[in-house]
């Protein structure tokens, strides 16, 4: 044990800050109106983003679909999955993108000087469009009736005009049911540090994260909480959020993430369900307004 806890050290100390920002933002809906408090919460089919192990909860094949614009429209991110359950183990697919059009590129008339107003004025060249492509292979198992663990690798293409950087990594997660209704998850994003190769040899590293969180039904109400406990993010690492149902068809929800207020509700008609979230301000410093589309949806067979 002591080995692979040096191992992840290691791992953290040689790795970048920020460089996986872009997996903070989320994929769904509904876990923006828990207040991203998913990681000990099983409610739609972008589960095993949040934590690998749980898609072994889901019972039925589930296609999934989330749609967010953030910063007031200035980049948009796309997230499909789909589930596939068996007796003790299932098997996971899921296409994550971040989008960013018309992004202002401009070069210097003498690139070895400073940028100045009046001698060195940067030139606008043309408009951009960067993007992160990320697909997951997730599968997960029972190691106990009450004991789940899961993992995703993934691979990740990032494009920031001129250059564009290939890389993968893999995450895992436990969770824990000691009793029905309740759900103990653990999670540890990019745990090998996921190296990110660009075209002019630069190499960065994902830094790995970890979040514990913890979910209790009480029949038409349902709590969760987590927490992210890493340095970079205090005070800033704790999320909460709850749940109230009506007759198993809608959903009304309110959660707190990063100072920010949220809240949002659901749809469910058969195997059918629609969601929808709103952030009330983003947690990064911006001076755009949130974004009132974040939906998401799915289908169970």
């Known amino acids: 044990m002591v080995r692979y806890l040096v191992l992840l050290l290691?791992?953290?100390i040689f790795s970048q800050e920020y460089v996986g920002e872009f997996e903070e933002l989320g994929t769904s809906a509904c876990g923006v109106g828990f207040g991203q408090a998913m990681v000990g919460l099983k409610k739609d089919g972008s589960s095993f983003y949040y934590n690998p192990s749980l898609s072994l909860l889901?019972?039925?094949?589930?296609?999934?679909?989330?749609?967010?614009e953030n910063y007031g429209g200035e980049f948009r991110n796309e997230y499909f999955s789909f589930i596939l359950p068996k007796d003790r183990y299932t098997f996971g697919f899921s296409l994550y993108a971040n989008l960013i059009p018309d992004i202002p590129y401009c070069s210097l008339p003498d690139p070895n000087l400073p940028p100045n107003e009046s001698t060195n004025k940067p030139i606008?060249?043309?408009?951009?469009?960067?993007?992160?492509?990320?697909?997951?292979?997730?599968?997960?198992?029972?190691?106990?009736?009450?004991?789940l663990f899961g993992f995703n690798l993934k691979f990740i293409y990032r494009n920031v005009f001129p250059h564009n950087?290939?890389?993968?990594?893999?995450?895992?997660?436990?969770?824990?049911?000691?009793?029905?209704?309740?759900?103990?998850?653990?999670?540890?994003?990019?745990?090998?540090?996921?190296?990110?190769?660009?075209?002019?040899?630069k190499i960065e590293r994902i830094k790995p994260n970890?979040?514990?969180?913890?979910?209790?039904?009480?029949?038409?109400?349902?709590?969760?909480?987590?927490s992210e406990p890493s340095l970079n993010k205090l005070p800033d690492n704790n999320s909460f959020g709850l749940e109230y149902k009506i007759k198993e068809l809608i959903f009304l929800r309110?959660?707190?993430?990063?100072?920010?207020?949220?809240?949002?509700?659901?749809?469910?008609?058969?195997?059918?369900?629609?969601?929808?979230?709103?952030?009330?301000?983003?947690?990064?410093?911006?001076?755009?307004?949130?974004?009132?589309?974040?939906?998401?949806?799915?289908v169970k067979f």
Do not use: M
Request: proline residues 3%; neutral net charge; glycine residues 10%.
């Open 58 to 68: 889901h019972t039925k094949r589930e296609f999934y679909f989330y749609h967010s």
């Open 124 to 147: 606008f060249i043309k408009n951009v469009f960067a993007y992160d492509l990320v697909p997951y292979f997730n599968f997960a198992f029972f190691l106990k009736d009450f004991l």
């Open 210 to 226: 970890l979040a514990i969180g913890i979910s209790k039904n009480f029949n038409n109400f349902t709590i969760a909480y987590e």
């Open 254 to 298: 309110g959660g707190f993430y990063h100072h920010c207020f949220s809240f949002g509700f659901g749809i469910n008609y058969r195997s059918v369900y629609l969601d929808y979230g709103y952030e009330t301000k983003k947690y990064l410093d911006s001076d755009l307004p949130a974004s009132t589309l974040k939906i998401s949806g799915g």
């Open 165 to 201: 950087g290939f890389g993968g990594g893999i995450d895992v997660g436990f969770s824990l049911i000691p009793q029905e209704g309740l759900i103990l998850g653990l999670r540890i994003r990019n745990i090998t540090s996921s190296p990110i190769i660009w075209s002019d040899k």
């Open 10 to 12: 290691f791992f953290y």
